[in-house]
């Protein structure tokens, strides 16, 4: 993949940066829009299958209308009435009621029935199956009161519990990630259409699906290539960064492959086709990414392995409760609804809430500190990470040249040659030029007027700068002029991975300056506080091992990974997962997203592609490494107070069970459902004002 990294690392062809300028108004070819039917993609969300994107807007209609309906059924209940001291009982309020409550059951209650339906033939009860079987023995229950069976109804237990349960999904639903559109953005990648040439070379637009293998195309200054093929005339610098994660523009010329999706820079290109469809490179990454995104795993989350146990408890209490006061000798109508108390108040209202609330509060915490989560459950899992793995361009480098090192020649200083360099270098916008000027700009050296500009074809470039003629070259030229060079200092730098220029005055060699992609000081600190938490830190990279080994080096990786073409570094993070070690992926190219998508967690750059970010769990708005230590302990936090929620809205069953069943009934003490929901209501209110305390 880097077998240009040579001629990069010569700073070559400035002859077209000149030309820049003129091609400023060449818009890009618009991105494909019309690929929006991926409604096959699966949805990785944690809600035991439920938790599809598009099901969002139909809890929140759900929840606003059984809510309204919900005032009339609690003024209408005569237990709520007795709670606060009223009478407002008419002729007929119960059938009324029954009606209201009705509407609640099937209409609000239904997601919960048609969850359960699933769980069941999963044979895998959850807190679907759990909140399903509350309000259907509430309902049946209370129906049968209305229409001559002695005891209370519980409408009101009903509509309450759908209630707060549909808002617990609904914020659940907000606060995870919906269906993940990497496939449509990877789509947008490629431009509409394509310059065709025909056999007398006359352009037209044609649609990229008309292309095949062999046609010609043309290439415009600034457009993408339309797709896979080998160049049969021109020359130009490539962007491949957000494909290959190379981290310079690569020069490209006769009989060399270019990449579709990638960036024509500078000269015009003619590209005879070579792969079409789903054969390209864009279209392999998308199974890529399609094949990692369904093979994961739909763990059951906290909540519905708690929902499952006190199912189980539910019906074990509940049976058991019936039979005792029957054996005792009590009438079946006071026995089934001692039942009905224990089966309906086993499904804690909080526990609706207990996961959803600590989930709003920690996606508004990560938020502010720049962290944007897309998966809950592997967000998660990210307290349990054993090794983090990161991209180097773009993420643990700027992706941007900057200088590094210059050495001035006798009689000469570090701000001598930088002023000329950047001089001569100030109108070309080639990353290696950007870098010295930028160095020249952050250390306030005015630059010197350049007249007589020319670039030197591979070798470099030469102009005129206070009236002396100035070169800025590659080692080429210098060699081929025999001129002496510090040979140690400019070894050093090439081992390095540095690219290095030679800067000439009147044709008298004054200094080599050496430029590289330059580290991200949050980067040492994210390895640095990794090591410190036991985390193994590993680079991946499509680079050269030299540039690899000299940013691990800056860095203190553990383990380097260089040279990886794009296909296999979804394969390398399989290779570590191999080992037993739970794996983040951190990246920002599209080169990057099936890795992101393999890993056990993957985390994207915020400054990377929409791709990336669309495929990734968690997203660092702010590009910060840092925030990858911040993201594993805001993750380990979370879990706490999830585990702390679960234990305060589940815990009270260990009273309100035995009360229920009425095991102090022989002194006289039976728990009413009215004080049962008043232990309800508790709970609930604990549950929130825990999940408020969760901290950053």
């Not at 139909?58 to 209940?77: A, E, G, N």
């Not at 952050?442 to 007249?451: H, K, N, S, V, Y």
């Not at 985390?603 to 990734?616: N, Q, S």
Request: proline share 3%.
């Amino acid at each position: 993949m880097n077998k240009d990294d040579e001629k990069m690392h010569e700073h070559e062809d400035h002859d077209e940066h000149k030309d820049h300028d003129e091609h400023k108004d060449h818009d890009e070819q618009k991105d494909h829009e019309e690929h929006k039917d991926h409604d096959d993609h699966d949805d990785h969300g944690d809600h035991g299958g439920h938790d599809h994107g598009d099901m969002v807007e139909d809890f929140k209609r759900r929840f606003l209308i059984s809510l309204i309906i919900t005032i009339p059924i609690l003024v209408l209940s005569p237990m709520i009435q007795g709670f606060i001291g009223v009478d407002w009982r008419f002729s007929g309020d119960m059938y009324i009621l029954f009606g209201l409550s009705t509407v609640v059951f099937f209409y609000g209650g239904w997601p919960f029935i048609t969850g359960a339906k699933d769980e069941l033939k999963d044979k895998s009860p959850g807190m679907m199956t759990l909140i399903a079987l509350a309000i259907t023995i509430a309902y049946g229950y209370s129906s049968f009161v209305v229409f001559g069976l002695d005891g209370n109804q519980l409408f009101w237990e009903l509509a309450t519990l759908v209630d707060i349960m549909l808002l617990g999904h609904w914020i659940e639903m907000k606060s995870v990630m919906g269906a993940s559109n990497a496939l449509e953005e990877l789509v947008k990648l490629m431009p509409n259409e394509a310059h065709r040439l025909d056999g007398d070379g006359n352009v037209e637009d044609v649609p990229i699906s008309e292309l095949k293998s062999e046609d010609s195309v043309l290439v415009k200054p600034g457009e993408k290539i339309p797709v896979d093929g080998i160049i049969v005339d021109g020359k130009s610098a490539v962007d491949e960064s957000m494909l290959t994660g190379e981290s310079v523009p690569v020069e490209k010329k006769e009989d060399d492959e270019v990449i579709g999706g990638s960036v024509n820079k500078e000269g015009s290109l003619t590209v005879q086709v070579k792969k079409t469809g789903e054969d390209s490179y864009l279209s392999q990454v998308i199974t890529m990414v399609k094949e990692a995104q369904d093979s994961r795993s739909k763990t059951q989350d906290l909540t519905n392995r708690a929902a499952k146990w006190l199912f189980y408890l539910a019906l074990s209490a509940g049976f058991i409760t019936l039979f005792v006061w029957l054996s005792l000798g009590y009438e079946f109508d006071m026995a089934l609804e001692r039942m009905v108390t224990v089966m309906v108040i086993t499904c804690p209202h909080a526990l609706g809430l207990a996961s959803p609330l600590v989930v709003a509060v920690s996606t508004t915490l990560s938020a502010k500190q720049g962290l944007l989560i897309r998966n809950r459950a592997n967000f998660e899992n990210a307290r349990n990470l054993d090794a983090v793995v990161f991209d180097k361009t773009g993420t643990l480098t700027k992706g941007e040249f900057g200088v590094t090192d210059i050495v001035p020649a006798e009689g000469y200083d570090e701000d001598k040659v930088l002023r000329i360099a950047a001089s001569l270098e100030q109108n070309s916008e080639h990353p290696i030029a950007t870098g010295i000027v930028n160095e020249a700009k952050g250390r306030e050296i005015d630059l010197g007027e350049i007249q007589e500009f020319q670039s030197l074809t591979g070798k470099g470039i030469e102009g005129k700068v206070d009236g002396k003629k100035i070169n800025v070259v590659s080692i080429g030229f210098v060699q081929d002029k025999e001129l002496s060079y510090d040979e140690e200092h400019f070894n050093k730098m090439s081992e390095e991975g540095k690219t290095v220029v030679f800067v000439l005055l009147q044709d008298k060699l004054i200094g080599m300056i050496g430029v590289a992609d330059m580290v991200r000081e949050t980067a040492k600190e994210a390895i640095a506080a990794l090591k410190e938490m036991g985390v193994h830190s590993i680079m991946l990279t499509g680079d050269n091992q030299k540039v690899a080994d000299w940013v691990a080096g800056q860095l203190g990786i553990d383990e380097v990974y260089a040279g990886v073409l794009p296909d296999d570094k979804a394969n390398q993070i399989k290779k570590i997962k191999d080992k037993g070690l739970k794996v983040a992926m951190t990246g920002d190219g599209v080169n990057d997203a099936p890795a992101l998508a393999t890993a056990d967690l993957g985390i994207a750059i915020g400054a990377g592609t929409d791709v990336a970010m669309e495929t990734a769990d968690v997203v660092l708005v702010k590009s910060n490494p840092n925030d990858v230590v911040a993201l594993m302990n805001l993750s380990r936090k979370t879990y706490r107070k999830m585990i702390q929620n679960l234990w305060w809205a589940t815990g009270y069953n260990i009273i309100a069970i035995p009360l229920a069943a009425g095991v102090l009934a022989p002194w006289g003490i039976v728990l009413s459902p009215a004080v049962g929901a008043v232990l309800m209501s508790m709970s609930t209110v604990i549950v929130a004002i825990n999940a408020k305390m969760l901290k950053a």
